[in-house]
């Protein structure tokens, strides 16, 4: 199997039934075919970054390129908006023998950022003044309107769901350990959990 462009001489002889010999000569002609190889094949960067795709082409001469897209520049800046493959075909002009070779682009998960409040520990609605209310304290300038309040109980029963600028006052709820998440309206993956004790009677 030939592994380099060029021409290859040989004959091939043909005996026949009464040891006559025929010989047959030829040249075959082995056409170039530019080669691409992507390092690494696989890149990964944050969401609203850029990379530039710069492939490895072997070829003697000027090879024709072009992406799977219409885009022909090489190399390529690129930045998509979810993970994408490229691909690029390499052509020899003079003889249209042509491969590819792709690179996949991934969008990495960008960390969720923790929501920039804290919770009491102990909601106690006797009427003292102090965490008669369950609300949370944001960080100065924070807007409470974007965020949901949702009070669970020990059985996994949504028992309060409001704005987070309605604090929960334990309502006919018996004491005991409740569940709150605290969830931004706008990416409701960002979210702040945690475990309350709801105790009307404080014990001295």
């Known amino acids: 199997?030939?592994?380099?462009?060029?021409?290859?001489?040989?004959?091939?002889?043909?005996?026949?039934?009464?040891?006559?010999?025929?010989?047959?000569?030829?040249s075959l002609e082995v056409?170039?075919?530019?080669?691409?190889?992507?390092?690494?094949?696989?890149?990964?960067?944050?969401s609203g970054q850029s990379v530039s795709l710069n492939p490895l082409i072997t070829f003697s001469g000027d090879a024709s390129l072009m992406w799977t897209d219409?885009?022909?520049?090489?190399?390529?800046?690129?930045?998509p908006a979810t993970s994408t493959t490229y691909t690029l075909m390499a052509t020899n002009p003079g003889t249209a023998?042509?491969?590819?070779?792709?690179?996949?682009?991934?969008?990495?998960?960008k960390p969720v950022e923790p929501i920039q409040a804290s919770?009491?520990?102990?909601?106690?609605?006797?009427?003292?003044?102090?965490?008669?209310?369950?609300?949370?304290?944001?960080?100065?300038?924070e807007d409470p309107k974007k965020y949901q309040l949702e009070i669970?109980?020990?059985?996994g029963?949504?028992?309060?769901?409001?704005?987070?600028?309605?604090?929960w006052d334990g309502g006919e709820a018996p004491d005991g350990v409740y569940y709150y998440i605290l969830r931004n309206r706008e990416n409701p993956v960002q979210k702040l959990k945690g475990a309350v004790l709801l105790q009307r009677t404080v014990r001295n």
């Open 1 to 26: 199997t030939p592994t380099e462009p060029g021409t290859l001489m040989g004959y091939v002889t043909t005996p026949d039934e009464v040891c006559n010999a025929d010989t047959l000569n030829y």
């Open 31 to 46: 056409l170039e075919v530019p080669h691409i190889v992507f390092d690494p094949a696989r890149i990964t960067i944050d």
């Open 70 to 79: 219409g885009a022909t520049e090489v190399p390529r800046e690129v930045s």
């Open 97 to 109: 023998c042509s491969s590819q070779a792709s690179v996949e682009v991934v969008i990495g998960e």
């Open 119 to 141: 919770m009491p520990p102990v909601l106690t609605p006797n009427g003292d003044g102090i965490n008669d209310v369950l609300a949370p304290l944001f960080r100065a300038g």
């Open 152 to 155: 669970y109980n020990r059985q």
């Open 157 to 167: 029963a949504l028992i309060f769901n409001q704005s987070a600028t309605q604090p």
